[in-house]
Nanobody, 122 residues
Framework: QVQLVESGGGLVQAGGSLRLSCAVS????????MGWYRQAPGKQRELVAT???????NYAYFVKGRFTISRDNAKSTVYLQMNSLKAEDTAVYYC????????????????WGQGTQVTVSS
């Protein structure tokens, strides 16, 4: 069974920083694209940033220059460094992973973490 476990959320003042982590575990052969999404109350889930296995990153316009996504393939972990946080960044942040299985194994390719709350006070 594949699991994504997120950590690092919390309460921070506007202008502050937080670092989110998401570790993937389970019987998989590799992880392709990993990403972070967020969902604020009353709003749809939206993409924050994604990163390919080779390290190519893509950001939503509203976090460019403030957030940095990175990954450690040896640890099957993706990170999101969030700087210059704003009140509008308040949301539940979800990790996503596109996984592949080895020969003789099969299962879903798309997995989500349970979410971690980020609250930015103004």
């Amino acid at each position: 069974q594949v699991q994504l476990v997120e950590s690092g959320g919390g309460l921070v003042q506007a202008g502050g920083s937080l670092r989110l982590s998401c570790a993937v575990s389970g019987s998989i052969a590799s992880i392709y694209t990993m990403g972070w999404y967020r969902q604020a109350p009353g709003k749809q889930r939206e993409l924050v940033a994604t990163i390919t296995r080779s390290g190519s990153a893509n950001y939503a316009y509203f976090v460019k220059g403030r957030f940095t996504i990175s990954r450690d393939n040896a640890k099957s972990t993706v990170y999101l460094q969030m700087n210059s946080l704003k009140a509008e960044d308040t949301a539940v942040y979800y990790c996503n992973a596109d996984v592949r299985y080895g020969l003789g194994s099969a299962g879903p390719n798309d997995y989500w973490g349970q979410g971690t709350q980020v609250t930015v006070s103004s």
